[in-house]
């Protein structure tokens, strides 16, 4: 267990004690959602520029109920479309809260949530150059992935199944090889449905996974929450350990020496 207490998940050089983040959306109140975070052990919680309100004072804010001394925010570029609204939500954001590390998605469809990758990779290096540690939403192309890391992203965030599916990890193989062919953080991003689809990620050897849907419309949120919290962890321990060989023909448990 030492070892598993001694593995930080580290991003932009920063370390967090959980690999599970959690986003901010689609709770039916902010006390839950609080709730939910505080269960979940989560470090890093998404939060929605272009929605979620963060400076005005006449409306309840986010941080009245996550503080953001605890725990660190990481605005999104949520319902973008094109290159231009992302960086301008990134920008406003950096002004009001300071913030540097962010996560950039860049919307291609508003019916699937697909990522539009020209614009994705344009806006990683515009920000990056700007002096952003950005966190990347995209397709599960290693391609793809590989020309966000050349442009200077600092986590590649493919995605499990369109947002809000909650159909899991529909191409293993790609995670795999996106494994393989990067050092940056990999963290799962969009399309879990349930505790044993972060467990998968885990085993697959991504450094995290981040989860909104799948824990906001739960039918019990504070348990969901709790569930992936206990996956991740176990998913983690599972890949660190060491799986064995997988072999399709059967293997005896007990040796065959000393038979009666």
């Known amino acids: 267990m030492a070892k598993l207490k001694s593995d930080k998940l580290i991003i932009a050089k920063k370390k967090f004690n959980s690999r599970l983040i959690v986003g901010t959306g689609k709770y039916k109140s902010m006390s839950e959602c609080a709730k939910a975070i505080e269960l979940s052990g989560a470090d890093i919680v998404t939060v929605a520029v272009r929605r979620v309100n963060i400076s005005n004072n006449k409306k309840p804010l986010l941080m009245d109920y996550i503080d953001p001394k605890k725990i660190t925010y990481l605005p999104n570029t949520a319902g973008c479309f094109n290159s231009d609204e992302a960086l301008r939500t990134l920008r406003l954001a950096r002004e009001i809260g300071g913030w540097k590390l962010v996560k950039l998605e860049v919307l291609g469809d508003k019916k699937n949530l697909f990522p539009e990758m020209i614009e994705t990779i344009k806006s990683t290096e515009i920000l990056t150059k700007e002096g952003f540690k950005v966190m990347v939403y995209c397709n599960d192309d290693p391609l793809m992935a590989k020309r966000l890391e050349n442009v200077g992203a600092c986590a590649i965030m493919p995605l499990a199944a369109p947002i809000g599916s909650g159909l899991g990890i529909q191409n293993k193989v790609n995670i795999k090889i996106i494994r393989k062919q990067?050092?940056?953080?990999?963290?799962?991003?969009?399309?879990?449905?349930?505790?044993?689809?972060?467990?998968?990620?885990?085993?697959?050897?991504?450094?995290?996974?981040?989860?909104?849907?799948?824990?906001?419309k739960a039918k019990k949120p504070f348990n969901m929450a709790l569930a992936f919290k206990n996956a991740v962890i176990a998913g983690r321990q599972s890949f660190l350990s060491g799986r064995i060989t997988p072999n399709l023909m059967g293997s005896a448990s007990s040796p065959s020496k000393g038979i009666i």
């Open 182 to 216: 990067t050092k940056l953080p990999l963290i799962i991003d969009a399309g879990l449905g349930q505790a044993s689809d972060a467990t998968i990620a885990m085993e697959l050897g991504c450094d995290g996974v981040l989860v909104n849907t799948a824990i906001a």
